[in-house]
């Protein structure tokens, strides 16, 4: 038996054992916890000291490039974790989710931070707009770094995942971490942290580790620190109310309890695909990491009509489920993480069958399989009935973490309304799973049950082919739901990252903005260059070099050929009667030909250091242009991003965004984009 240490301030504490963590298959020690004492305001000094400014010497780009990497390391080395995973309970497919789960979410935001965040600190959340008549004062947002050290407490059921998904986001926005992960399964958390150390990929004091206690840790925590938290609601709430949290208004975001729903649908029948994927959801959830999952379905609702093929079909395949060790292949659910939390499940099943009644459980002829399980936490896949589910509050109230779930009918003879209903009844849930094969069903449902989820399943034999589940939190969506499931939100692509920045309005000249955000915001001083912008490697660029181009006058016969290119003969380009009955009074030309158009005016032909054009963004035909008008354009190099890539050749190159403004002969605007190129750096010598 080991025992576990701290990771603080750039050293590993502790020597002495502490309390005794048990596998949760056999019984045996696994590890302990370390008796030294945690000097948290040298944690905090550290993190402060070391971490900020180290990660301050990175920008997003940099730290996208780092956790790239990590995620690459572990997966590397993910058998490591896999071996000290099987002490939680979790089989390979249950490691599966946390482990490589983990990895592929800094992956995820590794891709996040490459595609979606600039070079540099500062974020700009344009657009800018006037403030004033004459262009001389405008307002935009800015996002920067906190300052701030952001404490992740996790729960117990996803050791690796519960703190990596966490870590990412709150890393790439320049916040080092403290992550203090259940006690319970802390040994995998430590195997996590061990190599995320050996890789000496992250910079140090970005990341320290917290085994046992927090002690007077948030006691600490200053103005732009960030705390999160997964767990109960009951902890949640007594840790929101941190007087030093009140006091200094540091945010809280809490993940707690969630009894999350699947609603069968009144208009799927027990011959329909749609009712099997049902029975086969709600299995799954109620077995995968033995139902400890904050997104496990905890209450199925089905037409009342349907509920004894539902319970049978659920029987069924509950039965031939195997439990036991989580080594052996034929296991297809392990243990639950700890004796304490067998005992606490059980209590729980206790009281909901006060006002249920037990359809599948122990008494089906419950054994684990294997070596020593009888010392283990397993714990038998338990379905309650709640007949009426109206009436008793007890499955509406209670979670009962584990492989536990509650089947409940509803009146479908006014459809759907009844469901919803019960689902409103869980107060409050990170995810719910509607299962239907009608559209106009889910259209009414879902705006309905929105207000109490925080994520919404539709499931259909469509989507079941490449479904995810219902169980299944996505680094590109939200995790988090209102009311009870706490009122916080994680993941959700750059959404993440925006919650660990501090956002700030911003006021001033175009010209000003533009110097603060580096970016070009229109209005602001621009340098008109002898040399075309497009002759000019990336690194010769400056935010704010400028093209005006030469002039263009439209003629029918552009209009003509465009159609006869593009296929495009709408009416209000070839039908002069109609044309003049339209609100525009005249014929106009294509907005693509405009864009085409503008395109040959401001493009340099010759090979050079612009590489391609790979996209257009906010596009906008803001003036029609008519047979005889000229036209104008101005390029303005708008943002450069660095994303220190290089191509097959190892020539290095970079983003560039060009601001695009098209004129008319009156100096009015007819067309507003941004384009979007890759451009050469300046070759390397040897």
């Known amino acids: 038996m080991t025992t576990l240490q701290s990771y603080i301030a750039g050293r590993w504490i502790g020597q002495g054992a502490a309390q005794s963590l048990r596998s949760a298959v056999n019984g045996q020690a696994v590890a302990s916890t370390h008796a030294e004492a945690i000097d948290f305001a040298e944690a905090l000094a550290h993190a402060r000291r070391v971490g900020i400014p180290a990660l301050m010497k990175l920008d997003f780009q940099q730290r996208a490039e780092r956790l790239k990497a990590l995620a690459k390391y572990l997966a590397a080395n993910k058998e490591a974790l896999y071996a000290v995973s099987a002490h939680t309970g979790a089989t390979r497919a249950d490691g599966w989710i946390d482990i490589e789960g983990g990895a592929g979410t800094l992956s995820a935001y590794a891709s996040i ?63 080092p971490c403290i992550g203090k992960p259940a006690t319970a399964t802390s040994y995998l958390t430590e195997a996590l942290m061990k190599l995320i150390v050996q890789s000496g990929i992250l910079p140090e004091g970005s990341l320290q580790l917290v085994i046992g206690s927090t002690g007077d840790l948030l006691d600490r ?58 029975v ?49 292949e034929d296991v297809r659910m392990g243990a639950l993480a700890s004796r304490d939390q067998q005992a606490d499940v059980a209590e729980r099943v206790a009281t909901l069958l006060q006002g249920a009644e037990l359809v599948y459980g ?71 799973t509607l299962v239907t094969r ?10 309905v049950a929105a207000a109490w989820h925080g994520r919404l399943l539709v499931l259909d034999r469509e989507a079941a082919a490449e479904s995810t589940g219902h169980g299944s939190p996505l680094p590109v969506l939200k995790h988090g739901g209102p009311g009870r499931a706490g009122g916080g939100e994680e993941l959700g692509g750059l ?39 497009f002759r000019r490697y990336f690194e010769e660029l400056r935010i704010g070099d400028s093209l005006l181009t030469h002039r263009r006058t439209v003629g029918e016969a552009d209009i003509v050929a465009f159609g006869g290119i593009s296929g495009d003969y709408f009416y209000m380009h070839f039908d002069d009667e109609a044309a003049k009955a339209s609100p525009f009074g ?41 047979i005889g008008d000229t036209i104008q354009a101005r390029l303005t190099c708008k943002r450069k991003i660095d994303r220190n890539k290089k191509d097959a050749s190892g020539q290095g190159q970079g983003v560039v965004a060009w601001d695009v403004e098209v004129t008319n002969q009156l100096g009015e605007l007819v067309a507003s984009y941004d384009i979007l190129t890759l451009v050469s750096k300046k070759p390397e010598t040897h």
């Open 362 to 432: 122990a008494r089906d002829g419950f054994s684990p399989v294997g070596d020593g399980v009888s010392e283990g936490a397993f714990f038998a896949p338990t379905l309650l009935l709640s007949r009426k589910p109206l009436e008793h509050d007890a499955a509406h109230d209670i979670e009962a973490f584990g492989p536990v779930s509650t089947l409940m009918p509803y009146d479908s003879a006014d459809g759907i309304d009844e469901a919803l209903a019960l689902a409103a009844r869980g107060k409050g849930s990170l995810v719910g």
């Open 280 to 328: 086969k959801e709600v299995a799954r959830e109620m077995t995968i990491k033995a139902g400890q999952k904050c997104t496990a379905i905890r209450r199925a609702i089905v037409p009342r009509q349907h509920l004894d093929a539902v319970a049978e079909k659920l029987r069924a395949r509950l039965a031939k489920t195997v439990i036991g060790d989580p080594s052996r």
């Open 438 to 447: 009608d559209p106009a069903i889910a259209a009414k449902a879902i705006p």
């Open 221 to 278: 925590l200053e103005g732009p620190d960030v705390v999160t938290f997964t767990g109960s609601a009951d902890t949640a709430a007594r840790l929101r109310v941190n007087a030093n949290l009140v006091r200094q208004s540091i945010p809280f975001n809490a993940e707690a309890d969630s009894l999350n729903c699947a609603i069968l649908a009144p208009d799927v029948t027990p011959d329909d695909e749609e009712f099997n994927l049902f």
């Open 586 to 626: 005249k014929r106009i030309a294509h907005g693509y030909f405009v864009l085409s158009a503008a395109a040959g005016l401001f493009v340099s032909p010759s090979p050079g250091p612009v590489l391609a054009n790979y996209g257009l963004d906010t596009l906008r035909f803001v003036k029609p242009v008519g």
């Open 495 to 533: 959404r993440a990252v925006k919650h660990y920045l501090q956002r700030a309005a911003l006021q001033g000249s175009p010209t000003m903005l533009a110097a603060v955000t580096g970016e070009h915001v229109r209005g602001a001083a621009l340098r008109e260059s002898e040399v075309h912008p």
């Open 113 to 175: 931070g490459t595609n979606e965040l600039p070079s540099g600190n500062l974020v700009h959340e344009g657009p800018a707009f006037p403030l004033g008549k004459k262009g001389g004062f405008a307002g935009t947002h800015i996002l920067v770094p906190r300052g701030g050290v952001a404490v992740h407490i996790n729960a117990f059921n996803f050791p690796v995942w519960g703190l990596l998904e966490k870590f990412a986001p709150s890393f790439l926005a320049g916040m």
